[in-house]
Structures are given as structure tokens and as C-alpha cells.
């Protein structure tokens, strides 16, 4: 039990406003630590930094016209069947028309979201709307768009929309900030040539199926810009696995500053290789996380993640 001077100090702090009102005052912080975390954490997923002072104006444009297009798909479904998966429809509309003009006329989006429902009538001559396949719906709109719905479409659909569903793995920020490669990486004149391209963009944010300065990257664009316009090797627009499948394979060993680094199973595909990064030297890479940034490739999600190295021979 307690003594009577024990109790009389515990009675002394409960009624000491300045005892509560620091108390309030740590409540307050943790929370508003808390609100911070997950704005953060939402902002992460938004797919839009156009606010950003260091925005182009270009992509603020290319994020302008993207919202405007997703708000007039949003409308007619919710015109004409709730039920749908907006998301899903998102991630296709994405795939077929990024990069695109989008000056189509508002009866285009109605079209566009028909064919993702399946219409039924009954006896009474009742009609029931309910969403179709994700294949009914590509069949469909490749007689509305006149667009081929190849296997890499379907693929990119259905990356896409784990993307959009679930978010960008983050989860390979380990919080440091690294300063990137060794000084001596810098004497070999092609990786000094490459960084100098790849570095311009450090601070980019991820935009899936980006592959320019003025759309911002995902990882594989990122590549194929730095390496294409550093002029150290014509690499076209392609994915993590086909850049993969192009590179002469090297172990962890014999990989060298410039080599490229390949991660698998980062988000759900039928695909071995979901990510990939610039080896730099020392553990690093430069790749598109969200931002564009240096990492550790021996970090527990990494190190987890780890495919193997690759290295691009002309």
C-alpha cells in the first residue's frame, strides 16, 4: 500500500494544471504525429505532385486531363452501376490512352463504361445491371476503341490495378538518406556519363507507366531514359523484364557501378522480374521508389526482394 506522503504527491500532480496541460500537450502531438503519418502515407498513393513547385508544366497538364477523364468515368458509372470496380476501370482506361490525346466527347466515356457491364431482363421485363469479367470487357473495348487487347495489355491492366488498389510498395525506404555512389565510380567515364543524366531526376515522383521528364517515371522508364539519352546504350521504352532479358547476367560479385540491379515479386504478376534500379556501388542503387532516390539494396525488403544483376553490353 502506498504510503500517506506517496499518496499526498500523486493527489499534488492530479490537480497541477501544469502537470495536465503538458499532458495535453503530448496527446495533442502524438495525434497530429499520427494525422501527419497518414497524410503522408495517402499522398504517397496519389499519383499526383502537381502542386509541387518543381512540377513541369507539362505534367501538371498530363495529371489535369488524367483526373478530368477518371471524373467523367466516375459519373457514368455511377449513372449506370455503382457495383463496378472504379479502380479497375481506371487502371484500363491508363493503360490504353497514356500518352494519348483525351479530347474524346463525353459520349465516349458512356461507351467506355458500358462495356464493363452485363445488362439482363427478366420475365416482367425487369432489367438487372451487374459488372462483367475484366475479358468480357476488353473484348468489348477493342470493338469500341479499336485498340488491340494483346496478353502484355492484360498484364499491364492487371499490374496496374494492384497498384492502384493496394499502392505502391514503399516498403524498401529504410529512412536513410545516402549520398549515392563511391567517389572512385566516377573514373569510369561511361558511369560518370550515365549518373549524369540519371541524376537530374532524384526527387521525381513515381507515375506507373511514366517515361519522361514530363510525365515523371515508374522504374523501368527510368532506366530507359537515363541509359537512352545519357547516350551510353539505345535501351526503347520497355519493362523491368524485358530490360532484364536484354542484359548479360553477372553475379553480385562481378556487378560494377552501372550495372543494373532486378527485383521480384514487389507487386502481383505473372512476370519473374517487378522492379528494377542503377547499381552504383557499395550497396546502392538509384531507382524510381516514390521519389526517384538512392537505396539500399541490402535493406530487409530488398535484400528479400533480390533477383539478381544484370549488365548491358552493346
Not at 102 to 128: A, H, L, Q, W
Not at 134 to 160: C, F, S
Not at 178 to 188: R, T
Not at 284 to 309: E, K, R, T, V
Request: include cysteine.
Amino acid at each position: 500500500m502506498a504510503s500517506p506522503k506517496a499518496v499526498k504527491a500523486i493527489l499534488s500532480l492530479a490537480t497541477d494544471k501544469r502537470v495536465w496541460t503538458a499532458i495535453g500537450s503530448i496527446i495533442c502531438g502524438v495525434i497530429l504525429m499520427v494525422v501527419g503519418v497518414v497524410a503522408a502515407f495517402l499522398n504517397i498513393f496519389s499519383y499526383d505532385d502537381s502542386a509541387s513547385i518543381t512540377a513541369s508544366e507539362s505534367y501538371r497538364q498530363f495529371i489535369g486531363e488524367i483526373k478530368s477523364c477518371y471524373r467523367k468515368i466516375d459519373a457514368n458509372v455511377n449513372d449506370k452501376c455503382p457495383d463496378l470496380d472504379k479502380d479497375q476501370i481506371h487502371a484500363v482506361f491508363y493503360t490504353l490512352y497514356f500518352g494519348e490525346e483525351k479530347n474524346m466527347p463525353d459520349s465516349f466515356y458512356s461507351d467506355f463504361v458500358e462495356c464493363f457491364i452485363d445488362r439482363t431482363t427478366n420475365d416482367e421485363g425487369e432489367e438487372t445491371v451487374s459488372p462483367c469479367s475484366m475479358d468480357t470487357a476488353l473484348d468489348r473495348l477493342q470493338a469500341v476503341t479499336g485498340i488491340m487487347m494483346t496478353a502484355t495489355t492484360k498484364q499491364q491492366v492487371n499490374e496496374l490495378y494492384s497498384v492502384l488498389r493496394y499502392g505502391i510498395s514503399n516498403a524498401g525506404n529504410d529512412g536513410v538518406q545516402y549520398n549515392g555512389p563511391p567517389p572512385a565510380a566516377y573514373s569510369d567515364a561511361t558511369f560518370a556519363k550515365l549518373m549524369g543524366e540519371a541524376t537530374k531526376y532524384i526527387g521525381f515522383p513515381y507515375v506507373w507507366g511514366g517515361s519522361s521528364p514530363s510525365t515523371s517515371f515508374d522504374c523501368s522508364g527510368f532506366v530507359c531514359w537515363s541509359y537512352t539519352h545519357s547516350g551510353v546504350y539505345n535501351l526503347p521504352r520497355t519493362t523491368a523484364q524485358g530490360i532484364y532479358d536484354q542484359c548479360a547476367k553477372v553475379s553480385r560479385a562481378e556487378a560494377r557501378p552501372g550495372d543494373l540491379v532486378f527485383f521480384t515479386r514487389t507487386y502481383v504478376t505473372n512476370e519473374a522480374v517487378t522492379h528494377i534500379g542503377i547499381f552504383v556501388g557499395d550497396g546502392l542503387m538509384l531507382h524510381c521508389g516514390n521519389p526517384i532516390q538512392y537505396a539500399s539494396i541490402d535493406s530487409d525488403y530488398w535484400s528479400s526482394h533480390m533477383y539478381g544483376f544484370g549488365r548491358l553490353i552493346q
